[in-house]
DNA sequence: CGGTATCCCTTGCGATACTG
DNA sequence: CAGTATCGCAAGGGATACCG
């Protein structure tokens, strides 16, 4: 059972669950879809596969995600976001966009999940740009997310997305500085920090589509 | 130094920071103002000495929180929020709302304090409601706040508030179920859960003006 | 008053090994 | 593949004592 403050305060109740170690990672992760317990081990490096197993429990137990019998043929079980779960999706976006403004590079041991990625996508989503319905890839090194922008919103995932692809963006950490405004496409094109394949307009309009700030005060080089 | 994620990633990036123990509660209570070390000692019962100062060190370490030198004649130093830290008001009023959605009653061991009922009414306050500036004081038991409504938003507070006082609201955990709309006012007078004084017409419109659902699957009596 | 310094105890974390 | 069992270690909780 996770702690409690003692106060009766939804700030508390929320913190005594989601302050646990990892619990917010976890989240983001079953956010972009159900996940076997596996799939969060991998997704996770470095998690203790007894944390994990506490924390889905705790999870469960509060009624943020559930187990449920996985989809069609395939064996196990997956975890999956409640309701409950999901209304937590835009405040994990507000804080992934909080923590980004001060991250400019990655630090010496950070390492890009598919998960990260996606999330980051999502998160750094700003409708009204992109006026059509369009299937965007972007693969940084093995790490691979899509966005799919729709007319409510985006819908994002981790890997392979099905149906036909607009653009394809290759890239790394310098997506980062991409998100930002900080690195102009056609400077990253000719530096060759990024590539990409598909719709040259669709592409000019990504960074106006997407966007996280990074905060004035950083300087290159620093990101704790 | 708070624990890493090792991603780069915004919301790993704010969860080594945010995940540590009490850190929400310090900033819940500076998001009010800047606080004293004592001040904010009794305003988090059970917070240790060592865990608040190594908590203030690091969201100072982190540029959330400042020191400051107090306001004019008082000793000490105060600590209070840097931009970078106002920016998470929002966020953990969000966080705040989610939390007590599913919390209907105090547990035996839950305390409010001034600032966790000042949080509330922040977190609990929608706009376009009450239309003019007005100054409303509530009081549950010793435990003490104030709400100011402006032409942009609401301003809140621990304690007494400066100026005249349109409505007094004294009640309890009450409290709770009027801002979730499962207590009427009406009620509440009738039961004497509740007492208000000044303006009639103000006091109806508190239970639209401030307010947060509780979640329907919660049973009375049940709220961990 | 605003902390730092210790001490002891308990808990949770992280790593590894192992079982259904 | 999905966890449980175990264990050493670091950190938090709580009390108390003490300096500026």
Redesign the interface.
Known sequence: MS?????????????SV????????VL?DLSLGPRRFGDLQKGL??IPTTVLTTRLRELEE??IIERQAPPLGRRGLVYAMTD?GR??T???D??????????AD??T?????SS?LA??LR?AYRPGVIPDEVTIRVAAGPVLAWARTTPDGVAVGAGIPDGPIDLTITTG?AM?HILAGTLSPSEALATGALAFDGSRELFDLFPRAFH?PL?P?IIQGES?
């Open positions: 702690k409690d403050y003692g106060q009766f305060c939804g700030l508390a109740k929320a913190a989601l302050g646990e170690r990892w619990a917010l990672l983001r490096p470095g509060h009624g409950h209304d937590l835009p405040i994990l507000a804080l992934g966009r909080w923590g980004a403004r001060r991250m990655p630090g041991h950070d390492v890009m999940t990260s999330g980051a998160s950490p980062r996280v905060d005060t704790t």
